[in-house]
Structures are given as C-alpha cells and as structure tokens.
C-alpha cells in the first residue's frame, strides 16, 4: 500500500495539481485529507483508489504499482536495495498459490455479505503478491549477515 500513496503523490505533482484540487475531485472536503493519504495516515477503500485513478488519469492497476499481470512492479529504490532471486521468486509464487487455494476452497470468502467478485478477488491476490514480496525482502535484509551483504555504492 505504500506504493500507493507514493504514487498518488507523485502522479497529482507531474500533472501540477494541488492537494486541494485532488481533493475536490476525488470528493474529500480539504487538502488536509489529501496530504493524510499521501502520508500513508489514512487507509484507502477499493472505490476511492479508482476516484484517485480517475482524477489523476490512470488505471486502479497503476496507481497501486502493478503491471497487467497483477504483480506488484517495484520502485528503481526497491530494486536497488534489494533484489529477489529466482528461487524467491518461487517461493512467493508457490506461498501465494497455496493461499489461494486454500481460500478458493472456502465458500465463505465475502465481503459485506456478499461474495467476491472476480475483480475484487484479482485485487486480493495482487495485494498478497506484493504483501509475500515485501515480507521476503524484509526478511533478507534483516537476516542476511552483514558480510554476505552486497556493497552498497
């Protein structure tokens, strides 16, 4: 989700809008709020991401950092910092497909009541995706020693 919130922020600067005019048109009251979400202070609802969307003219997918496939597409810094190795790349790929699975095969996954709809579903597995994806990199930089470590320039 922090990928969001950067995003939000540096879509409404490249188009020269301000906060207030973000604000008007995705139907909050003041900047104020704005500058809450762009801090990552205020959580987002899956309606509001596509007012955001809208306003800034791009799609829910970019917005929230994902190519047409679902995957989360990391910052260059992401890349930078730390880097995923195919065996990684599996593991999430494998974890994620497990969890899947696992909640396909409850009748029980809803929403208000109501059952998922496909692209609500789409949305869940891309946010796990990148969930599993962060944890991992989380996890390599806090438990890979020092010395294993690559230099940093």
Do not use: C
Not at 9 to 24: C, H, I, P
Not at 107 to 120: N, R, S
Request: glycine share 6%; proline share 3%.
């Amino acid at each position: 989700m922090i990928e969001l919130y950067k995003n939000i922020k540096r879509l409404r600067e490249e188009k020269g809008m301000s906060q207030d005019t973000l604000a008007k048109l995705t139907g909050y009251t003041d900047r104020s709020s704005i500058a809450k979400i762009e801090k990552g202070l205020v959580d987002l609802q899956q309606s509001k991401i596509s007012l955001f969307a809208t306003a800034l003219g791009t799609t829910s997918r970019e917005l929230m950092g994902w190519d047409d496939s679902g995957t989360a597409v990391p910052t260059p810094a992401t890349q930078e910092e730390t880097t995923l190795s195919p065996k990684d790349e599996r593991d999430i790929a494998k974890k994620l497909e497990e969890t899947i699975n696992q909640l396909d095969s409850h009748d029980d996954l809803m929403f208000d009541g109501d059952a998922l709809d496909d692209e609500t579903k789409e949305l869940l597995r891309a946010s796990l995706e990148n969930s599993l994806r962060i944890g991992k990199i989380n996890a390599k930089k806090k438990y890979t020693p020092k010395k294993y470590r690559k230099s940093e320039n």
